[in-house]
């Protein structure tokens, strides 16, 4: 009885893990391009009014990318601000300048690199 109630367990576990990978296929399949950023990054501290080169890694672009234009936008702990940093550029160059807004210094910022999805930087540091 103990053994059949195992078994079943395994049963399920298996099944459960079947049907994640299902469900994770479709999304490797769009051309969701979701490049990670790579500056700013953990430890990073920026002065507002400075200027910065937000780079991002562009070595992998799908054939066709739905929505070739980025926006940069600032995100302060787990909320995204109405502030755009940038706009108007093509995610596939990899980078583009920001300019450091007057906003509350914190340690929780982060940018948000939209392009086919919103992909979010690690958090920094802005300080006056
Ligand atoms: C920003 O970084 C990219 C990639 O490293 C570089 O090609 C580009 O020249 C830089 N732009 C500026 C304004 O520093």
Redesign the pocket.
């Known amino acids: 009885m103990h053994f059949m109630t195992t078994l079943t367990n395994i049963f399920v576990v298996f099944i459960v893990a079947l049907m994640s990978l299902v469900a994770a296929a479709p999304l490797a399949v769009r051309d969701v391009y979701v490049p990670p950023v790579t500056?700013p990054h953990d430890g990073t501290v920026w002065t507002i009014g400075s200027?910065h080169?937000?780079?991002w890694d562009n070595s992998n672009p799908p054939q066709q990318i739905t929505n070739p234009n980025g926006v940069i936008m600032l995100r302060k702990g787990d909320r995204t601000t109405n502030i755009v940093l940038a706009s108007d550029f093509k995610v596939v160059?990899?980078?583009?300048?920001v300019k450091v807004p007057k906003v509350q210094p914190g340690d929780d910022y982060s940018l948000v690199l939209f392009g086919d999805s919103g992909n979010f930087s690690p958090q920094f540091t802005i300080k006056e």
């Open positions: 500056y200027v080169n937000v780079t160059i990899g980078h583009a300048t």
